[in-house]
């Protein structure tokens, strides 16, 4: 059983967890996952490992509630136990090598690149980070990016807060007026990732984006996680969840996380609350 030492809304349906897991935080690197179960009934739930501290052998981890399994997450509370959790799982990405990356998160995805910006600000990589939603009370993390960043860019899709419009909108004007980007990191949305993808394919920019797909056992057997990349069949557990967004093929992605839609909204509208 694992404690829950300390619980933060953020925003509206978004909730940052500190919990006790020293074996974890002892491993974890940028880009690595856990996945937990609630109760012994409960789902597995995959998420990134939003911030780790080793000294004090805790993580913490940031999750939107989009369905069942998160909202019954959001209602734990400090001095809770969550049943289970395994991890660090998925491959952490590389970190050098680079001179300027541009880091983007659309919506609760800006949790899953704050450990990759942080990660980022270590090496000798300029780095310029975009975070965006829906409205300003959406916008999370805010501090916690700009301190890690060299440049911290903010759009709102009403013109709320920073720039109005897309995350994608700031990121072209960067690959038009700035010649030297080596590398975008992208996580949010799948729409948005696509976005991205096809954008800098056309400035020939290397592109990460991670990927968060339905996941079952988290070791390879069950399937669940498969995505095509490059033409084969992938596992996003043990080969991602960071893949080339260029190999992607974004929309088998969206038509499979679309696929247990119904029977998970029916669940939401019926037991919780
Ligand atoms: Fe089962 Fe990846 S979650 S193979």
Excluded: W
């Excluded at 998160?105 to 600000?121: E, M, W």
């Excluded at 990460?208 to 390879?220: A, C, F, Q």
């Amino acid at each position: 059983m694992y404690e829950i030492l300390a619980k933060e809304v953020l925003a509206p349906t978004i909730k940052r967890l500190k919990v006790k897991a020293p074996l974890i935080a002892a491993k974890t690197e940028p880009g690595n996952f856990i996945i937990l179960r609630v109760d012994e009934q409960g789902e597995r739930i995959p998420l990134t490992v939003a911030d780790y501290e080793r000294e004090n052998g805790i993580i913490t981890i940031i999750f939107q509630e989009v369905g069942y399994s998160t909202k019954l997450l959001g209602k734990m509370d400090k001095g809770d136990f969550i049943q289970d959790i395994v991890g660090p799982l998925g491959h952490h990405i590389k970190l050098d090598g680079y001179q300027k990356v541009v880091l983007l998160g659309g919506g609760s995805g800006t949790a899953l690149l704050y450990p990759k910006v942080r990660g980022f600000s270590g090496t000798e990589a300029e780095v310029i980070s975009i975070t965006g939603a829906r409205t300003k009370n959406l916008i999370i993390l805010e501090d916690e990016l700009e301190q890690y960043s060299d440049r911290l860019f903010i759009a709102t899709d009403d013109g709320s807060y920073g720039h109005h419009g897309f995350v994608t909108d700031i990121l072209k004007d960067l690959l038009e007026k700035e010649g030297d980007i080596d590398l975008v990191v992208a996580i949010g949305p799948v729409p948005m990732m696509k976005v991205v993808a096809d954008l800098t394919k056309k400035f020939d920019v290397e592109t990460i984006v991670s990927l968060n797909t339905i996941m079952v056992d988290g070791t390879g057997m069950c399937g669940a996680c498969r995505v095509t990349v490059g033409g084969e069949t992938k596992f996003t557990c043990i080969d991602g969840p960071s893949f080339d967004g260029h190999q992607v093929d974004f929309d088998e992605l969206m038509n499979r996380l679309n696929f247990y839609r119904d029977e998970e909204n029916l669940v939401y509208a019926n037991v919780v609350e």
